[in-house]
């Protein structure tokens, strides 16, 4: 069984950066993909940025590309997320999520899913 745990989340005034962190546990995470998605009030959730747990290679959303930046630790098994320069329109819950197989955008794809952590932006 799978599971994730997202932390960092808070409220940041435009301008400022948070680290989000999502902690991984329960198997080997070899093969799988792990991506973040973020979900604001009224709208859809919405893909960030994606990593397989075994490459260096990125994806990310194009509008948040330079501002985001996806990055893990294999020795805690622990996924990050960056966010510089935060906007009011970045405000929304953030999740982790994973997946085995190939990176997608497309949050039903994924299988497991944390419970998501709120980030607020406002002065």
């Known amino acids: 069984q799978v599971q994730l745990v997202e932390s960092g989340g808070g409220l940041v005034q435009p301008g400022g950066s948070l680290r989000l962190s999502c902690a991984a546990s329960?198997?080997?995470?070899?093969?799988?993909?792990v991506g973040w998605f973020r979900q604001a009030p009224g709208k859809e959730r919405e893909f960030v940025a994606a990593m397989y747990w075994n490459s260096e290679v990125t994806y990310y959303t194009d509008s948040l590309r330079g501002r985001f930046t996806i990055s893990r630790d294999n020795a805690k098994n622990t996924v990050y997320l960056q966010m510089n320069s935060l906007k009011p329109e970045d405000t929304a819950v953030y999740y982790c999520a994973a997946r085995t197989g190939q990176i997608r955008t497309v949050s039903r794809q994924y299988d497991y899913w944390g419970q998501g952590t709120q980030v607020t932006v406002s002065s």
């Open positions: 329960g198997r080997a995470f070899a093969g799988y993909g």
